[in-house]
């Protein structure tokens, strides 16, 4: 593209680096920030700016946080003893919001995959075992993408867990809620009658 | 949704004040943008910082610049008896990429568009008839868009500009190179017949 302005073309540049946004998407997104209010844009920024220089990590959890340790491992009323453990923060935000967890988290930060280069030493598995020896854990939840990388991580995670006294489980596969049959994979409609459960469960 | 820290959610809620982003995506881009070295995050917000309040805009054009005159105003080469209306910025990078314009361009900043409460005198209309006044130009090509707003600007506009000693012209309507007559809107292919052109012209 032909950018009448070297500032404009480094705006566009920046924005286009990001995930998912193409020249002319950012483009767009850029010409519509000039048209804001100078304050808009600067709150932008500062924003940016702010995010990466001042946010934490909690030292218990890894959840992206404002202060040392985070809201929900610092609740009192939080299960300590209940483990979940799930790749990033937005697995953490979409089971918050199911209100139907009352324990605390463990952001791995990633999942094993060694086509992109992560091994277990690139998350946050040893502090995992650190809380196992140091508290009081009776059960631990592996909340992971039902994909390969997730297969691997939770295999690994389960031959390094299995020696301690704690129950470890992984979340339920199966058809959604809403799901119809005939729209279903094969290989989940096909583990779902497998690992079928008494209606009475169900239903609990 | 339920965020673990307040400068995250910050700054989600500003990207998803962008056109077209909203809170997923926005959230997506903020956790990629958290994972990049801080170098490249403070050349984001700097890039957008140093946009907003370094930009200029062509005296003679209004189009974005770095500097008072645009390049394209400065260039020796251009027919600055050749000017071509357009919307914004966008236009003109798209006819720049066309090469076959070597005139000089007139941004208007925008169509008059009554719902959108845009009139005549938010468009930089009066200062493209000072430079017909105060220049030696020959032709105007109206380049807008083939809308409803765009029409009405073409007309405004040229109820404004007939008086000059100038040709006014607008950009040719019909089928696109490559379209298919069956694919084509009645209303263009209509047009396209009444306006059609010696085959001669149109290998021209």
């Known amino acids: 593209m032909n950018f009448s302005s070297k500032l404009l073309e480094n705006a566009v540049n920046e924005f286009s680096r990001l995930p998912g946004i193409g020249q002319k998407t950012a483009l767009r997104l850029v010409l519509h920030l000039l048209n804001q209010p100078a304050d808009d844009v600067t709150k932008f ?7 990466k220089s001042e946010i934490c990590y909690c030292a218990v959890c890894h959840n992206i946080a404002d202060e040392a340790i985070c809201e929900i491992c ?9 483990i ?4 990033d923060t937005r697995d ?6 199911t209100n139907q967890f009352n324990g605390v988290y463990h952001v791995l930060g990633g999942l094993i995959s060694p086509m992109d280069g992560v091994g277990p030493s690139d998350l946050s598995i040893d502090s ?9 854990v009776h059960e631990i939840i592996l909340a992971l993408s039902a994909t390969m990388e997730g297969d691997t991580t939770i295999f ?4 390094k867990l299995k020696d301690f006294n704690v129950q470890i489980s992984t979340i339920a596969r199966g058809i959604s809620f ?3 049959l005939e729209y279903v994979d094969e290989v989940t409609l096909g583990r779902s009658i497998v690992t079928r459960v008494p209606y009475e469960r169900s239903i609990a």
Chains 1, 2 share one sequence.
């Open 45 to 51: 920024s500062d924003a940016l700016t702010k995010l």
């Open 74 to 82: 610092n609740a009192p009323k939080r299960d300590k003893g209940l």
């Open 84 to 87: 979940c453990v799930v790749e």
């Open 92 to 97: 953490v935000m979409a089971i918050e919001n």
């Open 128 to 136: 995992l075992i650190n809380r196992l020896r140091e508290n009081d």
């Open 156 to 159: 690994y995670l389960y031959k």
């Open 178 to 180: 809403g799901g119809e």
